[in-house]
Structures are given as C-alpha cells and as structure tokens.
C-alpha cells in the first residue's frame, strides 16, 4: 500500500494542527447566502469524549442513532456494516429520514438483510438502510431501503427527493459469488422503499460509481467514478429522456457521456490555481453497460481525460464540483497531490481547478484526501477526511480557515498502532440544526446538536 500523506508526515516530524490548501475557498459556496455562511472559525478546540467515541468543541453534544450489529427496529435483522454515504430528506411535522448507504463487500461481517421486493441479488451483501428521526432527535423507525446490492459508497439526492445509492465495483455474475451484474445505481424512495423496489439504472452507465449530482435547471446527472487501478476514472453525464420526470422517470434511459479536456489525458498533472479549460468536450459512451471491456478501457475514438480518485460531487450555484481525493505518481498518477477540487460550469463549458491540497501546499498540516463534501441549508462547508491516523470532519470557513468540528476517537487497532475508521455521509437536516454523520468502522451513525452557525 502506498505511503499516505500523513504516514509521512509521521516520519518527518510534520504533523500540525489544521489542514491547509490553495485556492479560492469561496468558489466552494457558490450559491449560498454570504450572510449565513460562517464568518468565525471554528467552534473551539474539540473536547476529549469521556466515552471514547465523538470529541466535540464545547457546547456540541452527540446522539448515537445506530450502530453495526444491533438490531434494525423493523425486526428484519442486524443494522449492516460499513457506513458510507448519507442524505436527509425532510417528513411530515419536523421529522427527518435518513437514507444510508453500506459499503459492503462479501467479507462484510453484517449483510443488509435480503427482504422481498427490495432484493436485487441474494448474493449482494451491500444496500440502504432508511432511518426515521423525530422532531426531538429520538430514532423512530429503522428499515431495510435496497437489498443485495454491493459495495453501496455514494450516490447524492434527486431533484424529486429520492436517494441515488451507486455501486463502486464492476463485479459480474459468476465473480465473488454474485448472480447478476454489478457496479450499477440505485434510486431509493425515503418514505416507501417498496415503491422504488431494486431496479439498476442501467442506462446510466456500469462502473466503479461514486457519487452524483443534479443540474437543477435541465435534470442532467453527473457522476464520478473512483476507478481502483490505472487507467483511471473518468467524470460523467446523463442526459436522461425523461428529465426532472420524478420516482422512477430514470428508468427511461438516456445518453451516458464522458468528459474529456483535449490534450489532457490526466487531471492530476494541473497544480495551479484558477486553470481554466474552455475547450471541453462531452463523448458518448460506446457501451454503457460494460459488456466485454470497462467504459474506461473503452475506445472512444480519441484520448479521455482521466482522475485518480474522483469521488464527492455536489451541486452549488451554476455549477457542478467533484473531488479528486488525492494522485499517486507511483500508482500510475502523472502528478502527486492530496486533494483537488473542480469546477464545471455547463453555461460556459468551463472547467476550472479551484481547489487543490498538496504535498507542496500544506504539507506540513495533518489533513488529507478530502472525500465526502456538504453544504449545509445556513450554507456552511464541511468535509470528510479519509486518509492515515486520526480521522475528522472539517468545517472550512469563506476565507480558507479550517476547523476541525467532530474527531472519531473509536480505535479499532491497538494502543501502541492505532486505527480510525473514516468519516463518510455528513448531512444536515432540513432545517440546519443536526449533523448527521457516519463512522465508517465500526459503523455508527451520530446526530450532532450544538450551537450551528
């Protein structure tokens, strides 16, 4: 395994006490309101947990809402593994529903539990889990949302309020015991998942998915794929036949397109801030659902434009932002860096590098490999760090400062080797008062109440 940022920072002594990056921050809260975005820094050093489990600034309390191994309030069987990404979607009088994905793999200790009508594959140990959260912040209801799917990471919310969960594996039938295709999307209807059933989204496209987001104004989807080995993956778009066409209108098809920046074959290679491209092309993919040859393999006629690690993707003013969470030079990367942030603007055809982490910019600074991204209603920035050793949520105010405002303290290695699941799905609720959030491993879900500016 390669070295991660902050193993060598380890070796060289660096480590210090905040994350640093270049670029223009306030690119990043594009269409948020100036007045409500945080203004003040921080919340405060984080608390030590008497409890061993969240440190939180002072004055922030934490409400553990499900843990792995536990059993589901619906009696259909334990709450699954792996915890990854998340949404919440407003109810009836206050209440909140939480659409959470399980990243599970056939080794996973805790499958989601097959239930009929919302089973794709028996043999997928991966799915949603719907999670039902009063007004008060009491947990309600806890149920099965998809079933026998696999290695569910991302996805991101539909303009019609259904989750899209995506499969980050491009495994067949006959591979690791599966029965049917996969590496496929999902939509999850919150308030009855037996609407949406388990029906893959072929038409937009079999890869290693990561996450997607929604042009509000025309309903095209973009995609990333977090491609494991070289060549990398590429960013997408869907333009659906039935756009903004509500539950199930996705089912309908459309065109799955690739984007490509002539004479940039790999992302990684731009470091500096405010590189801009006007010159980019959309290509059709030759065969969306991968039948012989993955897309990224696929020959396209001319030289894609690839990224390693692209994963977090969201929505904000004009634009579409995804995350390269870091390159690799010695992975096949053309270029080394820790994280970057882009920009397309559909209106412009721009694509523009508004973002980047590095190791020559902050190396000296313990954050790394950003990965799941939230805006929050009040318009707030927050992200989750998935790299080596401690693991944090940041918020990250409009003029750079980063601030950690959660530290998961369940060590999962030993005292003298410690180890830190990840952070994954931070989300808001509708009305910016709680974070939700997930600790990877072991998976635990937290509603985090406090003083949210």
Not at 75 to 96: K, L
Not at 291 to 316: N, V
Not at 362 to 375: A, F, H, K, Q, R
Request: proline letters at 7%.
């Amino acid at each position: 395994m390669a070295a991660t940022r902050r193993q060598v920072l380890a070796r060289t002594g660096a480590l210090g006490a905040g994350i640093a990056f270049t670029g223009s921050v306030s690119e990043l809260y594009a269409g948020t309101a100036e007045a409500h975005a945080p203004q003040d820094a921080g919340y405060g050093p984080l608390v030590p947990d008497p409890n061993g489990l969240l440190d939180l600034p002072k004055g922030f309390e934490y409400r553990v809402l499900s843990r792995e191994g536990d059993q589901l309030l619906s009696g259909e069987g334990t709450v699954p593994s792996n915890h990854d990404g998340m949404a919440a979607f407003r109810a009836r009088g206050g209440d909140v529903r939480l659409v959470r994905n399980h990243e599970n793999r056939p080794t996973a200790t805790h499958r989601v539990p097959a239930i009929d009508g919302l089973t794709y594959d028996p043999m997928g140990m991966g799915g949603c889990t719907v999670l039902e959260v009063d007004r008060h912040g009491k947990l309600e209801g806890e149920r099965v949302g998809i079933a026998g799917t696999a290695v569910n990471c991302a996805g991101g919310p539909s303009l019609w309020g259904t989750w899209l969960t995506c499969e980050e594996t491009e495994d067949k039938a006959g591979t690791n015991g599966y029965t049917k295709d996969h590496g496929f999307i999902f939509e999850i209807d919150p308030a009855d998942p037996h609407k949406s059933g388990a029906v893959p989204l072929t038409a937009m496209g079999r890869f290693q998915h990561e996450a997607v987001a929604f042009d509000p104004s025309n309903g095209v989807v973009y995609e990333t794929e977090d491609a494991f080995e070289h060549p990398f993956g590429l960013f997408y778009r869907f333009l659906p036949e039935k756009p903004k066409g509500g539950l199930g209108s996705l089912r309908a098809g459309g065109e799955l397109q690739a984007m490509r920046v002539p004479d940039v074959p790999d992302l990684s290679v731009v470091e500096e801030i405010g590189t801009t491209f006007d010159n980019v092309e959309w290509i059709e993919v030759p065969d969306p659902l991968a039948a012989e040859t993955p897309i990224r393999h696929q020959d396209f006629g001319r030289a894609m434009s690839h990224a390693q690690k692209l994963e977090g993707c969201y929505w904000g003013g004009n634009s579409v932002y995804f995350v390269s969470s870091f390159a690799q030079s010695s992975e096949g990367s053309g270029a080394d860096h820790f994280g970057q942030v882009w920009r397309y603007t559909p209106r412009t055809n721009e694509l523009k590098l508004v973002v980047r982490f590095g190791p020559d910019h902050g190396v000296d600074t313990p954050g790394e490999s950003p990965d799941n991204i939230c805006l929050s209603p009040s318009g707030g920035l927050f992200l989750c760090e998935d790299g080596g050793g401690e693991q944090h949520v940041y918020g990250v105010s409009r003029r750079g400062e980063v601030f950690a405002v959660a530290r998961n303290r369940q060590n999962t290695g030993s005292a003298e080797d410690p180890e830190y699941g990840e952070f994954a799905g931070v989300t808001f609720s509708p009305n910016g008062r709680t974070m939700y959030v997930n600790c990877y491993a072991p998976g635990t879900t937290f509603a985090i109440t406090g003083p949210w500016r």
